[in-house]
């Protein structure tokens, strides 16, 4: 009696791990691309399961030992393929906002070297269409297409964003793909193809002359490279990027960077200039009104970041290892230090390339500017938007962001004195530990 229920406990445990097993491998196999597919095709039907009798029952305990050792060896052979698929391969997510340093802290990664594949705001042109197609972006349907899309760029696809991208590329050829100059793996050999010179047509990388960008040669040369990484302002709560996890041929890792979203207010006060008049207006004359849209929209924001890293900073099991919270004001203040760190949680070799490039890009001189520019001093930087922003706006943000703010250690003010006095640091000491 008793043996006959540790058998059909047996049973029933190989069936959850053969079904696990199918599952897994059938995800596998419908996003194997034709180069990727195994050498040997796995088997529709589960050799396990033939050797497991129908009614559940075993002659003797050594046949049932032999059929478990079966499904161990074809579970560890499995295990073995789909590390081999993977080929150590990481994938990066950098998830922030407008005006949180992103351009600067996703350089970090652009400038890995040959192994890196970097791919700058590729969402832009999703929310563009679906902002141009419904008037509107519908939080639900975009967060679904953000996911969507990432999850191709991370496996080399760029079919469902090539249908994003307006006009509509031609034979998979653009020159309309977002700030392609900001990823140096579009712009070298061999994506960057000759520039030949046709009226009104301008080549698209800073360093070289390029034509056209051919999605099948990104393709090709994203394949060939050994990690990839994508940064992006646009993926809302990272709850949604669940499924990228749980992509068996994807290892991924989230880099959520935050910032004081006092300082972004007063950033973005500047870059975007005609999208933020009402704020300039308010920050004038008047008082804020706190029921404006504006204003919810802040709010909006600030709770979309902080439930996101509230998220992360919990650990699920789906996260661990996965998830790491930067704010970019320790990483203007320490940018070699952060940096090392970043790396050591992707498990991605820290080049010298990389640190060369960070050393000659926090030290610069105050000739460099414009607002996109990575090349700033960066700890001189951060505190700049003390000075312009009025103390009441920074109320305001206190107000609507205040959980937010209190999650990361940014200090309120209370006063303009406090605001104005840099010997005042509105920065709590703070380590967020990941298990
Ligand atoms: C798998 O299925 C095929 C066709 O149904 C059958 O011929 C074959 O013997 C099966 N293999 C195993 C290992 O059960
Ligand atoms: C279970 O299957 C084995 C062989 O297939 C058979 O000998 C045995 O009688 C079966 N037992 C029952 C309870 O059906
Ligand atoms: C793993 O399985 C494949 C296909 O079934 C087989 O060709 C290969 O020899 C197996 N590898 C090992 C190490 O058992
Ligand atoms: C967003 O789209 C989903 C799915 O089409 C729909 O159910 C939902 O009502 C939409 N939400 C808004 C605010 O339009
Ligand atoms: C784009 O690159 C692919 C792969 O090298 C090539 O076959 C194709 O002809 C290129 N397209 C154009 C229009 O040059
Ligand atoms: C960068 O700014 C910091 C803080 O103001 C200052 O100490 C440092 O000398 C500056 N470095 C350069 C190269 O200007």
Redesign the pocket.
């Known amino acids: 009696m008793r043996f006959k229920y540790t058998v059909s406990l047996v049973f029933i445990v190989a069936l959850v791990i053969i079904e696990k097993e199918n599952n897994i491998i059938s995800r596998v196999s419908d996003k194997l691309t034709p180069w990727q597919t195994p050498q040997t095709p796995l088997p529709s039907n589960v050799s396990g399961l033939a050797l497991l009798?129908?009614?559940g029952?075993y002659?003797s305990l050594s046949e049932l030992d032999s059929a478990f050792m079966h499904l161990k060896r074809r579970l560890e052979n499995y295990t073995e393929r789909l590390e081999a698929l993977r080929g150590g391969r990481k994938h990066i997510l950098l998830m922030t906002t407008t005006r949180t340093g992103s351009s600067f802290v996703g350089e970090f990664f652009n400038q890995q070297g040959s192994n890196m594949f970097y791919l700058f705001e590729p969402l832009w042109h999703v929310e563009r269409a679906m902002t141009l197609e419904s008037g509107g972006t519908n939080a639900t349907v975009s967060a679904k297409a953000y996911r969507d899309v990432l999850e191709q760029l991370f496996l080399c696809d760029f079919s469902l964003l090539e249908s994003f991208i307006d006009p509509p590329p031609v034979d998979h050829i653009t020159t309309a793909l977002f700030r392609r100059e900001s990823s140096s793996s579009l712009c070298e050999e061999p994506v960057c193809t000759p520039f030949v010179k046709k009226v009104f047509e301008r080549y698209h990388c800073k360093t070289r002359r390029c034509g056209p960008l051919n999605f099948t040669l990104a393709s090709e040369s994203c394949h060939q490279k050994e990690h990839r990484a994508i940064k992006t302002v646009r993926v809302r709560q990272l709850e949604t990027l669940r499924p990228l996890v749980e992509n068996p041929l994807l290892d991924i890792k989230f880099i959520q960077l935050v910032r004081d979203p006092r300082a972004i207010l007063a950033s973005r006060m500047v870059a975007f200039s005609a999208k933020y008049k009402n704020w300039k207006k308010w920050a004038v004359d008047g008082d804020v009104p706190v029921d404006d849209d504006e204003v919810k929209k802040l709010k909006g924001n600030c709770d979309n970041v902080r439930m996101s890293a509230e998220v992360g900073l919990r650990q699920p099991a789906w996260l661990q290892h996965r998830y790491m919270l930067v704010r970019y004001e320790d990483i203007a203040r320490y940018p070699m230090q952060k940096a090392a760190e970043m790396y050591r949680f992707t498990g991605i070799p820290f080049t010298s390339q990389v640190k060369e490039w960070i050393l000659k890009n926090t030290q610069a001189s105050k000739e460099a500017s414009g607002v996109y520019s990575t090349q700033k001093n960066s700890s001189e930087q951060v505190e700049k938007w003390r000075f312009s922003i009025p103390f009441k706006l920074a109320q305001v943000v206190q107000k609507v962001c205040g959980s937010t703010m209190k999650l990361f250690g940014y200090r309120f003010v209370n006063n303009e004195a406090t605001l104005l006095d840099k010997s005042i640091s509105l920065l709590e000491e703070k380590t967020f530990t990941f298990r």
């Open positions: 009798k129908q009614n029952s002659s």
